[in-house]
């Protein structure tokens, strides 16, 4: 397994700048991720979070600087599951737009539908699972394209509190065994806390980077890390940076 701390990053972004028209969004964001490493973006409504994976995803480019990337995988806000798809032939859409034949794209997802917990449920329709479920089926269909990058992009923030928590322990649980490089947007700060190795705070737009805040707290991370006084610190670190009106 590659160490995060030393090995090169597979993302790299260098002084990004974007805008809209007249509007600037983006103001030179650079950050960094490396192979294995978990990082989470956080930052005001607007502040471009979607527009620097949309870059990452190749979907837009910047005006100015540098975006570079080992392969990915982009998961949208929505799962975006067809209904008129069972979840199998949902979960292999990305293969089937690469060009990967019907019967080999199913027999790849097929194996991972017992490591995400829909093992039974090859055949089900979208509406006939639960929220949680509905997103693991998105996960899979990123994972299931090999990249070696995911962007996740507020992948839990429609579903209730409950259901929540339940997803990002069990999202802890199948990173730290398959060890994606994994770039998490998120609004939820306990979230980010408890997910990330590092976190990069956005300024309000047009945005640039106003502080990264590396997570020292151990692994694996049980639910109830949440209640202890290193991650209320880390949550009060990130908060007290996100509301700051301090200038770069």
Known sequence: MADPTIADPCVDVR????SFGEKPVLDGISFDARPGEFVSIIGPSGSGKSTVFNMLAG???PDS?????????YMPQKDLLFPWRCVLDNTTLGLEVQGVPKKEARARARELFPVFGL???ESARPFELSGGMRQRAALLRTVVQGRSVL???????ALDSLTRSDMQAWLQQVWSEFRWTVLMIT???REAVYLSDRVIVLSPRPAHVRRQVEIALPRPR???IVTTPQFAAAEKQLMDVLLSTTPR
Request: aromatic share 6%; proline share 6%; hydrophobic share 30%.
């Open 187 to 189: 609004h939820d700060i």
């Open 59 to 61: 979907l837009d480019r």
């Open 222 to 224: 049980e639910l109830d």
């Open 65 to 73: 600087g540098s975006v570079r990337a080992s392969p990915c995988a």
């Open 119 to 121: 093992d039974g449920y």
């Open 151 to 157: 962007l996740l992009d507020e992948p839990f923030g």
């Open 15 to 18: 002084d990004l700048t974007k």
